[in-house]
């Protein structure tokens, strides 16, 4: 077998791909010998149907059967031989299968580009001061109260105000007709977030409870849901029942409801630890984004579009997964998978860039993943989610996704690497620019 190859691009290639007569000989007569023992052919006994009366009947069928065979088994030898590692299915080209003579083809696919890496250990990144103040525990706080509070019948004839929950009817028309979730009844709608439509919450501001409402509403151009968005509404809203926002009182009672915390002041410093951990792990992954993105602009290079779409149906799985666990879906959403697939074009690039300059500097640095690390891992994935380790063993092999958890663990591994060596310069996010 003779192969060549041809450079297309820088991540592109061709390999033209010769078989010998006789490799074409044998398989052409191995298809013809399988075929006679099967066949039944008018006046001739199973098994005893001269070739030539096969090839009459079956000639365009044992072509294709043949070229099928010989390119399956010739192509993964082929790429050992130029030592090519392809990362897109082929795209084949055969010639025409004759016998006595030598059979031709080319496949032409993706590959990983060639990349000069350079610089990697001599960046400069930003990272913010870690910085936990008085008044992000008591806005914690806060929010904590806010999510214990109890709802009480307002028995008194007042406007509604921000904090107030109504229930509602609610009927939605855009122009003229019903659209999708815009019909709900007995709604729980809270004024002040827009938990329903943008902008709704301040109309309702100063109504009075039992009345209904005609409400015009413009919807912002960037509003999530694209058949909603640019465009005016009408909502008629029935409010059938105000209750105001009763928040418990700030103690130690208070405290010892929520859990194991012995008063008010232990609740507090937890919380503070808390912040201080995620406040830590945000950091420190904008410290990651400022170093990839730093990688990329200084080893500038064409990611294959092959991986670009894999890692594009990666971001899509994920986004569907988490909208069904929400009871939701990109349908119910208004948002069709073309475009969002196009809306995640961007950051799959971006991440399929970051994996090849992490694989190129681990591999240069000698950074690799441990098998006990991976099982660590998932050990992580089962305690936080409250599963049995074997059960996520399983579903990582059998949805085969083992690899990327390797893949992920590897870059995060490779970036620590890197934070350990490029100047930091801490900053004070609070800082006026």
């Not at 090519?84 to 993706?110: D, W």
């Not at 009408?234 to 405290?255: H, Q, S, W």
Request: aromatic share 6%; proline share 4%; net charge neutral.
């Amino acid at each position: 077998m003779d192969v060549k190859v041809e450079q297309l691009g820088p991540i592109k290639k061709k390999i033209n791909v010769v078989i010998p007569p006789e490799k074409v000989a044998e398989e052409v007569n191995s298809i013809y010998q399988k075929l006679k023992k099967t066949v039944k052919i008018r006046g001739f006994r199973p098994g005893k149907v001269p070739k030539d009366i096969l090839k009459r009947h079956y000639k365009e069928q044992v072509e294709g059967e043949v070229i099928s065979k010989l390119i399956q088994a010739s192509y993964p030898e082929a790429l050992k031989k130029v030592q090519s590692v392809p990362v897109s299915q082929p795209v084949v080209e055969n010639g025409v299968l004759e016998e006595g003579k030598e059979f031709f083809y080319s496949a032409s696919f993706e590959v990983k580009p060639e990349i000069e890496l350079k610089d990697y250990l001599n960046l400069k990144v930003e990272k913010e001061k870690l910085i936990v103040t008085h008044k992000d525990v008591e806005n914690r706080l806060a929010m904590l109260r806010d999510s214990h509070a109890s709802l009480k019948e307002v028995e008194e004839d007042r406007p509604i105000r921000v904090g107030d929950s109504l229930l509602v009817d609610i009927r939605g028309n855009l122009q003229g007709k019903p659209f999708e979730e815009g019909e709900i009844n007995d709604y729980l709608l809270e004024v002040g977030p827009d938990t329903y439509l943008p902008g709704l919450s301040r109309k309702l501001i100063g109504l009075k409870n039992n009345s209904s409402e005609e409400i015009a509403l413009k919807i912002p151009e960037d509003y999530y849901r694209k058949d909603l968005a640019g465009k005016e509404v009408n909502l008629r809203i029935k409010i059938k029942g105000l209750k105001e926002k009763i928040l418990p009182e700030l103690g130690d009672n208070f405290a010892r409801d929520l859990g194991e915390y012995q008063g008010l002041e232990d609740l507090k410093k937890k919380l503070k630890e808390s912040i201080e951990k995620e406040e830590k792990q945000r950091i420190e992954s904008l410290v990651k984004n400022k170093i990839v993105d730093q990688l990329i602009e200084k080893n500038p290079f064409e990611a294959p579009s092959s991986m670009v779409n894999r890692q594009i149906e990666l971001l899509m799985a994920d986004t569907q997964r988490v909208l069904l666990s929400q009871g939701s879906s990109l349908e119910k959403l208004g948002i069709s998978a073309d475009t969002m697939k196009e809306n995640y074009r961007s950051e799959a690039e971006r991440q399929v860039k970051c994996s090849l300059l992490v694989e190129i500097i681990a591999k240069r640095e000698g950074i690799t993943v441990s098998d006990e690390e991976v099982e660590k891992k998932l050990k992580d994935i089962a305690r936080s989610n409250n599963q049995d380790v074997e059960k996520v063993r399983d579903f990582y092999r059998r949805q085969g996704l083992w690899e990327g958890l390797r893949i992920k663990l590897l870059e995060n591994k490779t970036l620590d690497f890197l934070i350990e060596r490029v100047k930091i310069v801490e900053i004070d996010k609070n800082r006026k620019s």
